[in-house]
């Protein structure tokens, strides 16, 4: 009997307590690569908002997010996850720093290198467009079809690399370039939405950018051809462009590039390593 009561009266209290302290809730997982140019994926509950260095970011109705690290990244990164609860996690990363390579570009034509006034022109109405196709943010999650590469062959450029074109210092790298024929297929890395099917713009040539949600997206520059057309859904391995030398370029080649809210990010770290040619 008084074992009885003393099993009723525990039960009552674990019941009171679980009452007192409200739901249990999951813990908050990343994974990924921390390191410049690096993306993670995390694992929250459900409804909790997560903020990145003080920038909330869009989580899934099921709880998945993502966080970029830039090509110039500080050591660390802050996430903090407000839970439906009213409870807060906060958990900082530690974001590997990278050494970059310079690479050195030579017969360029001046224009490519040195715009003029009307290029200059041309130049902001390609970034307006392109910032705009990547301005999309939605719940769709096309990066979890996973990362194949979209052409396989000789890395001709890396992401990140400090870029000196006829002699002059200019902007990095912030793409990995694969050295292809002209007419060599193009496939989608991940599944997507075409948010941007330009024929010609003055630097990257005939573009296309792809977005896998969240504010995560692929451009493919100096294309021959593209094969979709804005508004398009692609899955992963569809073909979607041609390999080209459209734009300011020394031969043929793809350049992969992607973008995650401000950061760029190195799609080389997505991928498999590069099967051997």
Same mark, same amino acid.
Do not use: C
């Given at each position: ?11 009552? @209290? ?15 997982? @990343? ?11 995390? /694992? ?14 869009? %989580? ?28 807060? +996690? ?50 769709? /999650? ?8 979209? %052409? +396989? ?11 000196? @074109? ?73 073909? %979607?462009? +041609? ?35």
């Amino acid at each position: 009997m008084a074992r009885k009561m003393i099993k009723q009266a525990s039960t009552h @209290l674990l019941a009171l307590t679980l009452l007192v302290a409200g739901p249990i809730w999951a813990k908050t997982t @990343l994974s990924g690569k921390a390191i410049q140019g690096g993306l993670m994926t995390g /694992q929250t509950t459900p409804g909790a908002k997560v903020s990145v260095d003080g920038d909330a970011v869009r %989580v899934s109705a099921d709880g998945i997010f993502l966080v970029g690290f830039g090509r110039d990244h500080p050591k660390q990164s802050k996430v903090v996850i407000a839970y439906p609860d009213g409870s807060r +996690e906060t958990q900082t990363i530690k974001v590997a720093q990278r050494e970059y390579k310079i690479q050195r570009i030579n017969n360029l034509p001046k224009r490519k290198v040195t715009p003029n006034k009307a290029d200059l022109k041309r130049i902001r109405d390609d970034s307006a467009q392109a910032k705009k196709a990547r301005s999309q943010d939605d719940d769709r /999650q096309g990066f979890r079809s996973g990362w194949i590469w979209p %052409v +396989e062959g000789p890395i001709s450029g890396v992401y990140g690399s400090q870029r000196i @074109l006829n002699g002059k210092p200019r902007r990095p790298h912030f793409g990995v370039d694969i050295a292809r024929p002209t007419g060599t297929p193009v496939k989608a890395p991940a599944d997507g939405v075409v948010t941007l099917a330009h024929p010609d713009m003055f630097f990257s040539g005939a573009t296309l950018i792809i977005d896998h949600g969240h504010k995560l997206s692929s451009s493919f520059l100096h294309l021959s051809k593209i094969r979709v057309k804005v508004g398009d859904k692609v899955k992963q391995g569809d073909v %979607v462009a +041609e390999v080209g030398a459209t734009g300011r370029v020394t031969g043929a080649h793809l350049d992969w590039r992607m973008n995650y809210y401000q950061h760029r990010i190195d799609p080389q770290l997505l991928v498999p390593p590069m099967p051997e040619q």
